[in-house]
């Protein structure tokens, strides 16, 4: 299984400020023969399902703010939110999709500082 | 609007089986896969399968071969989970999530959860 390893665990930023979540797969999920990643990510807030941000580890979902942002390849990657706002408290997810079993990151919990 | 509304909080001993559903509404049901996810309590989401919608095919991942059952009925567009043999590590919130069209492992759309809690 592909592990996924996301860090920090948690971070306080302040409103506006830029918050950096990293995320780091056990074994590539660059599909060569298209030149995609296989990553995701994902916005959980409490009592919400949670939400698709960006998939093809860079490409925003349709309505996503572009605050949001997705970089990396490969086996590292990170998702940036540039301008915290304090609807934007919650878990972050990566996910890899490039073998099964799909697997999910720890998770990283972001807050307002 | 998309929306997948699952059933309610269950409460179960031991033993017992559980059926969970999943109604979608706002789209063609058997244009998307459904997808299960298990997020245990304090842990991060855990992948459990698809089902096909189109065929009914299921497709599970290694460790819910045994005692978990996706199933569909087309005609109310609805996805089911079953699982049976109900055991307390099964304690968790489950969800289903919609597969986007030209790949069914992301997933654009998620119910709200179910929680399933298993205690005597």
């Known amino acids: 299984d592909i592990v996924m390893t996301q860090s920090p665990d948690s971070l306080a930023v302040s409103l506006g400020e830029r918050a950096t979540i990293n995320c780091k797969s056990s074994?590539?999920?660059?599909?060569?023969?298209?030149?995609?990643?296989?990553l995701v990510w994902y916005q959980h807030k409490p009592g919400q399902p949670p939400k698709l941000l960006i998939y093809?580890?860079?490409t925003r979902e349709s309505g996503v703010p572009d605050r949001f942002s997705g970089s990396g390849s490969g086996t590292d990657f990170t998702l940036t939110i540039s301008g915290l706002q304090a609807e934007d408290v919650a878990v972050y997810y990566c996910?890899?999709?490039?073998?099964?079993?799909?697997?999910f990151g720890g998770g990283t919990k972001v807050e307002i500082k | 609007q998309v929306q997948l509304v699952q059933s309610g909080s269950e409460l179960k001993k031991p033993g017992a089986s559980v059926k969970v559903s999943c109604k979608a509404s706002?789209?063609?049901?058997?244009?998307?896969?459904i997808n299960w996810v298990r997020q245990a309590p304090g842990q991060g989401p855990e992948w459990m399968g698809w089902?096909?919608?189109?065929?009914?095919?299921?497709t599970y991942a290694q460790d819910f071969t045994r005692r978990f059952v996706f199933s569909l009925d087309t005609s109310v567009s609805t996805a089911y989970l079953q699982i049976s043999s109900l055991k307390a590590e099964d304690t968790a919130v489950y969800y289903c999530?919609?597969?986007?069209?030209?790949?069914?492992?992301?997933?654009?759309?998620w119910g709200q959860g179910t929680l399933v809690t298993v205690s005597s």
């Open positions: 999530a919609r597969g986007q069209e030209i790949a069914v492992e992301i997933f654009d759309s």
């Open positions: 706002g789209y063609t049901f058997t244009r998307h896969a």
């Open positions: 089902i096909n919608t189109n065929t009914g095919n299921p």
């Open positions: 074994q590539s999920v660059l599909y060569s023969s298209n030149n995609k990643n296989y």
């Open positions: 093809w580890a860079s």
């Open positions: 996910q890899q999709h490039y073998s099964a079993p799909l697997t």
